[in-house]
């Protein structure tokens, strides 16, 4: 039996000055600064293991990670200490023991994103971190309507980016996707089975193209049925606007009943 204990952790973070969560040789990730903190804890090396993937500036209030210590540490005492040691950009939300049987990726039955957009003359400053900026006005009607065709299984391959690596389907399926306004602020909020890289950037690009009158919210539904690799056409939103919302481990909510839900 493996020794010590496994842990489930949800971690919040603020991913501008990072290069995603994974680790990497030539840039830092959110996955390099837990696994130094938990190595000092453990007094050992210790892998972590993340629900995802996320792109450089892209952040997350709900990602899920686990990891195995053989000190075990109870979960309070743990968020604490590495909370204690972590950047402040960087904050683990919650800890708990995991079942051996736990893996916060292969385990997870879908994911929940958030992306903000802010729409005015000017982008306070303090927002600028997380709230992606259009000064021209959008149709949120238009939107809404683009939104909703994606609902369903698809094949999201003109929507996703070229990940350089081999992938077994380009079929996906979204759950839910509404389009939601607060004056200047729009939220657009997507769940689904699963993303493709750039899949929700890309999505929300072509969004706002339709709020633009650059596209028809039809468009959506010519390019799924069309299943040809994305083009100019499709543009990628900043990462910078783009939140991990939730990862779901049970049954996956198809509505919400308000933006903050």
């Not at 994606?150 to 079929?171: I, Q, W, Y």
Request: glycine fraction near 8%; charge should be positive.
């Amino acid at each position: 039996m493996t020794p010590g204990r496994k842990y489930r952790t949800t971690i919040a973070y603020d991913g501008t000055s990072y290069s995603g969560w994974q680790y990497q040789e030539n840039a830092l990730g959110i996955q390099q600064v837990v696994e130094e903190v938990l190595a000092w804890l453990e007094g050992a090396p210790v892998r972590v293991f993340g629900s995802s993937r996320t792109d450089a500036g892209v952040h997350a209030d709900g990602f899920v990670a686990h990891f195995r210590l053989t000190k075990p540490i109870p979960p309070g005492n743990l968020v604490r200490a590495m909370n204690s040691r972590l950047p402040e950009s960087v904050r683990v939300l919650k800890a708990a023991y995991a079942r051996e049987d736990f893996d916060a990726r292969l385990s997870a039955k879908g994911k929940e994103y958030r992306y903000q957009l802010y729409q005015a003359d000017i982008l306070p400053p303090c927002l600028a971190p997380y709230w992606t900026f259009c000064h021209r006005p959008l149709d949120l009607a238009a939107m809404q309507e683009g939104a909703s065709r994606f609902v369903g299984r698809h094949d999201f391959v003109s929507f996703a980016a070229n990940p350089d690596r081999k992938l077994e389907t380009t079929v996906r399926t979204v759950f839910y996707f509404s389009v939601r306004k607060s004056g200047p602020k729009h939220l657009f909020t997507v769940r689904g089975d699963g993303f493709l890289y750039k899949q929700v950037r890309s999505m929300v690009g072509f969004l706002v193209s339709i709020g633009k009158g650059n596209e028809r919210p039809e468009a959506v539904t010519e390019l799924l049925d069309a299943a040809s690799p994305r083009t100019a056409r499709v543009e990628t939103a900043p990462s910078r606007g783009l939140f991990l919302h939730k990862v779901f481990y049970g049954k996956i909510p198809c509505s919400i009943t308000s933006p903050s839900a």
